[in-house]
């Protein structure tokens, strides 16, 4: 089973700075995929970013990208020109097999 | 539209009472989920289903009982509920094995037991 960490509970920035979420976990496994989700006070949960873990080059999407570390077991998000709608919890899941095994999220505020 | 849908989207109902929630998904996928997010925020599995077989059950007290008709359908039934359940429960699908397939959610039904 994995285990997943986050270690912010919760994080405030300002609208147009960046800002660094961060996660790591453990596995035992060699390939797998991770993820970051974000939960908006709609309660969607909505894909934000995705990760190859055999992949060196880390995933950028639009304002999002990661910063992975694979022997550091390390998987953080990077939010730049922030903007007021990305308030919302946010959650980093490694997968591997079936299941997505969530960690307890970070709460993000988005102040102007 | 191609989602996935779950109904109803609110519960309120008395300690006791036996209670389903009913999940479809039209994305073709293989794979189907129940996830229980508590008061903290915490999202938690609780079955995965695939082809309507089932491959997880957590530690999930035997009052839930998982149906899977077909491979679109995942139903969650809970007999006797308790003040404990209340929660959101995420219905969720993917195509399944190899792990690189994201999870698609539905929106949530917020189960509230008085």
């Known amino acids: 089973a994995q285990t997943v960490t986050q270690s912010q509970p919760e994080m405030s920035v300002q609208e147009a700075e960046t800002v660094t979420l961060s996660c790591t976990y453990d596995t035992s496994e060699n390939n797998y995929y991770l993820f970051w989700y974000k939960q908006p006070p709609s309660r969607q949960m909505i894909l934000v970013i995705r990760q190859e873990a055999y992949k060196q080059q880390n995933a950028t999407e639009n304002r999002f990208s990661v910063n992975f570390q694979k022997a550091a077991k390390s998987f953080s998000l990077k939010i730049s020109d922030s903007q007021l709608g990305d308030t919302a919890m946010y959650f980093c899941?490694?997968?591997?097999?079936?299941?997505?095994?969530f960690g307890k999220g970070t709460s993000l505020l988005v102040t102007p | 539209d191609t989602a996935v849908s779950q109904t109803p989207k609110y519960l309120v109902t008395q300690m006791g009472n036996d209670k389903s929630i009913k999940c479809e998904q039209n994305?073709?996928?293989?794979?189907m989920y129940w996830y229980k997010q508590d008061s903290k925020k915490f999202l938690k599995i609780m079955f995965s289903?695939?082809?309507?077989?089932?491959?997880i059950n957590e530690t999930v007290p035997n009052r839930f009982s998982p149906k899977s008709p077909d491979k679109a359908h995942l139903n969650l039934h809970i007999n006797s509920l308790e003040l404990g359940d209340s929660a959101v429960y995420f219905c969720a699908s993917n195509e399944g094995g190899g792990g690189n397939s994201p999870l698609h959610f539905g929106n949530g039904t917020r189960l509230t037991v008085t």
């Open positions: 994305l073709g996928h293989d794979t």
């Open positions: 289903y695939n082809n309507k077989e089932l491959i």
């Open positions: 899941a490694p997968n591997s097999g079936y299941a997505l095994n």
